[in-house]
Structure formats: C-alpha cells, structure tokens
Nanobody, 120 residues
Framework: QVQLVESGGGLVQPGESLMLSCAAS????????MGWYRQAPGKQRESVAR???????NYAGSVKGRFTISRDNAKNTVNLQMNSLKPEDTAVYYC??????????????WGQGTQVTVSS
C-alpha cells in the first residue's frame, strides 16, 4: 500500500506565495516521477507540473515561470513552490506519483488533495 499526503494549501491574496508538499510512504521500490495536478470547480483535472527521476521537469503553460517543482529523493517528497499566485490558480491540488512497489508492479498513485484559494 502506498499513500501520498499533501500539505501546504491555504488562502492567500493575489501575488502572494504558497509551497505545497507531498510525502509518499509505504512499500516503495522506485519512484519514476512525481507531479501535481489541480481541479477547479466545474473544470477537469489538469496537469500542473511534473518531475522525473532524472530531474527533468514539465510545467503547464499557465504556471511556467511562476511555479517550481522539486524533489527530495531521500524523503520521497515532492514540493511545488507557487509564486505570484493568481485567482485562476484556485483549485484543489493533487499529488501524483508514478512508482513501483515491486520490480514487476508499476502504477500511478494519488493524494487526497489540498485546497488552494487565491482571492482578494
């Protein structure tokens, strides 16, 4: 069993910053990639940022230059530093992990989500 637990969400004003964290725990053999998705009310879930085991990153165009994803491999965590937040960043943010629990078993896992609200 693998668990992903997000933290760091909250309410901020436009232009302010938040840092989200996600800790993976359980029977983890190898993490290939971790990332963040978000879902706003009435919208589909969308990819925000992703980082691979090799350190390469991908960002949604709407957050490029404002958000930074990073990993702490020793702690099986991924962080999302969100700067210059905008109201349109308001959403529930979900942690995602592409990992193996065994050599023969690889799958995607999801956290429960953390609310980010950007409002004046």
């Amino acid at each position: 069993q693998v668990q992903l637990v997000e933290s760091g969400g909250g309410l901020v004003q436009p232009g302010e910053s938040l840092m989200l964290s996600c800790a993976a725990s359980g029977n983890i053999f190898r993490i290939h990639a971790m990332g963040w998705y978000r879902q706003a009310p009435g919208k589909q879930r969308e990819s925000v940022a992703r980082i691979t085991s090799g350190g390469s990153t991908n960002y949604a165009g709407s957050v490029k230059g404002r958000f930074t994803i990073s990993r702490d491999n020793a702690k099986n965590t991924v962080n999302l530093q969100m700067n210059s937040l905008k109201p349109e960043d308001t959403a529930v943010y979900y942690c995602n992990a592409d990992l193996q629990t065994r050599l023969w078993s690889r799958d995607e896992y999801w956290g429960q989500g953390t609310q980010v609200t950007v409002s004046s």
